[in-house]
């Protein structure tokens, strides 16, 4: 059974999608710590990765940085390696 590339666009654009809404406010509050850090960096890695995919994720990464939403300030300082 053969994936068409169409399918596995559609396919990565809703787990994309579900990762960064996962991390909008106030819902990123409630996520466990560990979860937190690895949906960061997940978020951090598929930007760095695939530039094609920066302008849904890097907006919502700069909002946990600047934002006052209970997030764990380690998962931050995980992401950003020079804090």
Known sequence: MAVSLLQLMREAETHLGQLVNMLRAPGVATLPG???????????????????????????????????VGFPRIALQCFDERV
Do not use: C, D
């Open 34 to 68: 560990a979860v937190a850090i690895v949906a960061v960096k997940a978020a951090g890695s598929i930007a760095q990765q695939r530039p094609f995919f920066m302008n849904k994720v890097l907006p919502v990464l700069i909002a946990l940085g600047s934002a006052q």
